[in-house]
């Protein structure tokens, strides 16, 4: 009897792990997968070898082949690399879903809000609402340029100052553009900027480094292994979440109630929380609008548009400090064109060079960057490989626009003029910073004009120079979004 029992139960836990180590039919190739854990051994390794989980990932490509099959924790994962199977990936109607697992609910009270990780009719009532919005207070208007030009004025105004004594000023990059970066998507959302030193600016600014910190794209280890919330909820980074999590909505729901209290239905809305709520007073009962909605397009806003701004034009400046030929070609350029008023964004046309630095900037990051994941909303076919409804799938943009076969000669370098064509703008095949088709970045206009002018508008006044005593490390943090390791510039006036 007792072996019989023995033996039944072997043979359960032997069909039990045969379904968890076993791949779907056709499936895209990848390392193998042991059970429970599936593939995270071999992901974790290619990362500590490479240092980064898009060179790890890059490597794995290169042996399994451009469509890479995963399975981390108890999730199938697929990550595409290269132009082809990008094109493919993102251009997909199938493709278009996001991740629907509690991990990514959780920022949303255990549903699914917000704009980056919802789908179907929700995701397109909102996407509506909100890119109608944003270009009434903002986006692809004169509004915008100005709203730029306000926070760059005060960015030079507090590098003046610091100069004045000694007729230099060091500056650590990392965090240079963060407040004025804030500042231009908060004025869109709430009406409002703060000043560098503001109570509620310093709040918003360490509620969003902690939100960095502990939100990451691809998941987190109680988001694989949910039970590591219950017995080791400070180690598996659930608890940080949580509590990083409670200050935003408080700093969000306390600015919402302060527009409901001023809010006047009669005058024409003049920022996205107050549009929101005059919908808000109007929709009906089963509408995809509600305030909890509002936060959750809020949190979005802060997590797809600060950092990836700012830290691009991080890349930018570490790399203008380290190629001073590039500064002064680009000053040239401002100096012919522009002269010393204010640079504005209808002077971008005739400023091609500038516009190749902000190009080269964006491929410098976005070539080191994963796209947002997506989710199959049903089963589909991709290069020519199976992928079953709900496989998540995201890209490894550096197989775009660093990789082998991205078409860009010597990735690694910074080469502006890759970017022209006969003295004019041109942009290359496998160019894709902002992702493409239905899911592309819907922030791109307001990124370009920020890095164009900031750019721009600090050439006009400063040199930045390397210090000497302290040369930039040529690594990459890798975080939610890559970031160069910590540096600082010398800045003089011209
Ligand atoms: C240098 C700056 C930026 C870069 C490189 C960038 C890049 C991207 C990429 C690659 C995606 C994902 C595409 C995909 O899923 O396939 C994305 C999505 C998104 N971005 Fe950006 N972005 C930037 C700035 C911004 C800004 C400033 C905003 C808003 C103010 C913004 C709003 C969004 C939103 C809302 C989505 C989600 C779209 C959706 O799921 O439908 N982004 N971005």
Known sequence: MLWLIISMISSILLVLIYCDIRKPKNFPPGPFWFPLIGSTIQVWRARSRSKSLYEGTAEMSKQFGPVLGLKVGRNPIVIVYGPEA??????????????????????????????????????????????????????????????????????IDSIDKAIMSEGYTIYDMERF??????????????????????????????ILSDLFKTVHMVGAPFSYYPILKYIAPGISGYKCFINTHINIWKFLRNEIDYHKKHLDTAQEPTNLIDAYLHVLKVADDGSSYSEDQLVAICMDMFMAGSETTNNTLSFCFLYLILNPDIQEKAQEEIDRVVGSRMINLDDRSRMPYAESIVLEALRMFSGRAFAVPHRALKATKLAGYSIPKDTIITANLHGCMMGPDSGFEEPEKFIPERFLSNGEVHIPDNFYPFGLGKRKCMGESLAKANIFLFTTSLLQKYNFHLLQESPPDME???????????????ITRR
């Open 476 to 490: 990459i943090v890798d975080g939610v979004t890559p970031a160069p390791v910590h540096y600082k510039a010398k």
């Open 177 to 206: 553009f963060s407040v004025s970066i804030l500042n231009t998507l908060w004025k869109m959302m709430s009406g409002k900027r703060y000043s560098n030193d503001d109570k509620n600016m310093k709040e918003l600014q360490q």
């Open 86 to 155: 990008y094109k493919e990936f993102s251009t997909s109607i199938v493709l278009i879903g996001r991740p629907d697992d509690f991990y990514y609910k959780l920022r949303t009270w255990g549903r699914r809000l917000g704009i980056i990780l919802t789908d179907e009719e929700f995701w397109q009532e909102q996407k509506r609402f909100l890119l109608k919005h944003l270009r009434q207070f903002g986006f692809g208007t004169k509004n915008m340029s100005h709203l730029v030009e306000t926070e760059i004025s005060c960015l």
